[in-house]
């Protein structure tokens, strides 16, 4: 009986520690809960990424990508970026579909720069980043500075993990730009339409400017704004000087611009939540003709007038000279 005994436990050792085993490496595989792979943190399509223009006309986007999964990162990985012009081309398609006017522009690729040909997840962390320059002096010297532009990017390769499907490892990057006036103005201005019998008066609501360097802005005219047919012909361009005063031109001649009258002023008090920053507002005035055959070929000429203003909160140290009011 004892020898039957033992042959029975000495049978079920192997057994068990097979079993034991198993369930060992199952725990460990388990404890991953996710298929681990590389990818972009912001992917997809990314319209809010706020780009800041530097003194020379230079922005930086920052690419931040990383690896996923529970388990963390036990190695370096190693990630390579590339442009995904295709992936620009269907994302239009898809939006537009046979209108291509309204097509999203990819960025030139001689206007922007990586810092880097590769880039390294070091063991123990999880994310890291790429910083892509962007020369806006050099997009404006030889293309449509106006055009709206994509940087298209993807995890061209990883080394160490995979890299994540499409959609978590490509960006379509729009570029927005920022400067101290661009950004949307509530309020409304006053479009007059001239005919030889008289003029007909209409409100039109609040203007976006859009920078293009780090002392100049667009905007479109009347009531033109980006979603507008021909838009592109009623680009009015802003340089804004130190003195407060405002250059308008426009690059369609056809347009027989007439700048009247345009400036700005900064007016600042005290944030009393924050006193390492200021409340700013600004007030943005304009007046100026042009001429439009496209809404009414019967209207002269079109006359805009508008006082828009704005409020946001910047800091103290990006404005060492402003007069703070106790207002």
Request: aromatic share 14%; proline share 3%.
């Amino acid at each position: 009986m004892k020898k039957y005994i033992y042959r029975i436990f000495c049978g079920l050792v192997p057994t068990l520690l097979i079993l034991f085993t198993t369930i060992s490496c199952s725990d460990d595989l388990n404890y991953e809960l996710f298929k681990k792979f590389t990818y972009l943190l912001k992917n997809g399509w990314q319209d809010n990424i706020s780009m800041t223009l530097t003194d020379n006309n230079k922005v930086n986007l920052n690419v931040a990508f990383g690896v996923n999964g529970t388990t963390g990162n036990d190695k370096d990985i190693t990630l390579t970026l590339a442009t995904a012009p295709d992936t620009l081309k269907n994302f239009n398609f898809d939006k537009y579909k046979n209108d291509s006017a309204a097509y999203y522009t990819i960025l030139p690729a001689d206007c922007y720069t990586f810092d880097k040909t590769s880039y390294t997840i070091p063991a123990g962390q999880l994310n890291s980043s790429a910083i892509v320059t962007i020369d806006m002096a050099k997009l404006a010297d030889n293309y449509n500075i106006y055009n709206q532009y994509v940087l298209p990017l993807k995890i061209a390769s990883s080394e160490g993990e995979l890299k994540g499907p499409s959609k978590y490892s490509q960006a379509l990057y729009l570029l927005n730009l920022k400067n101290k006036w661009s950004g949307f103005y509530p309020g409304s201005g006053t479009l007059k339409a001239n005919y030889g019998s008289g003029t007909y008066t209409k409100e039109v609501s609040g203007k976006q400017l859009y920078a293009i360097s780090n002392k100049e802005c667009y905007m479109y005219a009347g009531s033109y704004e980006r979603d507008s047919k021909h838009h592109g012909d009623f680009v009015v361009k802003m340089k804004m000087n130190d003195d407060g005063s405002i250059v308008m031109t426009c690059p369609n001649d056809s347009d027989h611009f007439e700048p009247i009258k345009a400036y700005y002023e900064f007016k600042f008090t005290q944030n009393i939540t924050d006193s390492r920053t200021l409340n700013r507002l600004t007030v943005f005035y304009t007046h100026y003709k042009y001429i439009d055959t496209y809404y009414d070929p019967d209207a002269t000429s079109y006359e805009y007038e508008g006082t828009l203003s704005r409020s946001d909160v910047v800091f103290k140290s990006d404005y060492p000279d402003a007069v703070i009011s106790s207002e």
